[in-house]
């Protein structure tokens, strides 16, 4: 089983839509958590950190399940721009960061 | 505040070449990773650096990697010699903080070995 793993996708979804994103990751001893935002041919960018209470920003909210051992990341009212590889990454308890291959989302008019 | 910076944004090598990557972190973040991204396959923690010192190298390849810190300031990746299966991109950031924070990622080395 990956460390940290994603749906791929890509998720196809129009402007206007909800989306929601999992990230479930196999070290119960996790201890940091991050949803960062890659563009084609960019370097990722942080998005949001995930806390244990969950988190909202804006369209953006982050939840965490440490029981099951998964984030996730909702998306509301998708925009053209929000269109990005969304990467999900986990520091364990040595605080290598690990990360997951990432979900394309694509936002169409 | 300028963010992370990387030299060279490309490199095409022969096989059995040298390359070395440069990285300039975000002034006074004593962190500073690499990471190399194979093509189809996610990002993956090379080493991390605290000032001039090596944290954790746990993800360094092999003894054709050498990674280097002089002052705590910037930092160079050479892999030498260099073979087919480095091809990729190499990302460094940097942190004010080991655990738990933000890492700024620079625009990444994209190297293709043939």
């Known amino acids: 089983r990956k460390e940290v793993e994603q749906d791929p996708g890509p998720f196809n979804v129009p402007e206007g839509a909800t989306v929601a994103f999992n990230c479930t990751y196999s070290?119960?001893?996790?201890?940091?958590f991050f949803w960062y935002r890659q563009d084609c041919r960019k370097e990722p960018k942080l998005l949001m950190s995930?806390?244990?209470s969950g988190n909202e920003d804006g369209r953006f909210t982050a939840q965490l399940n440490r029981a099951s051992q998964y984030i996730s990341l909702l998306i509301r009212d998708s925009k053209l721009s929000d269109s990005a590889t969304y990467l999900c990454?986990?520091?364990?308890?040595?605080?290598?960061?690990?990360f997951g291959r990432g979900t394309s989302l694509i936002v169409h008019p | 505040e300028a963010g992370v910076t990387q030299f060279p944004s490309h490199s095409v090598i022969e096989k059995g070449q040298t390359v070395t990557l440069r990285c300039d972190p975000i002034?006074?973040?004593?962190?500073l990773y690499w990471y190399r991204r194979v093509m189809g396959k996610e990002i993956k923690f090379l080493l991390h650096?605290?000032?001039?010192?090596?944290?954790?190298e746990s993800g360094m390849p092999n003894n054709r990697f050498l990674a280097e810190r002089t002052g705590g300031t910037y930092s160079t990746l050479k892999v030498q010699p260099a073979e087919l299966e480095d091809s990729g991109v190499y990302f460094c950031?940097?942190?004010?903080?080991?655990?738990?924070?933000?890492?700024?990622f620079g625009p990444g080395t994209r190297l293709t070995v043939t």
């Open positions: 002034s006074g973040h004593d962190n």
């Open positions: 950031a940097s942190s004010p903080r080991t655990t738990g924070y933000e890492q700024y």
């Open positions: 070290n119960s001893a996790s201890q940091s």
């Open positions: 990454v986990v520091n364990g308890g040595s605080y290598i960061p690990t």
């Open positions: 650096f605290v000032k001039e010192s090596k944290q954790d």
């Open positions: 995930v806390y244990s």
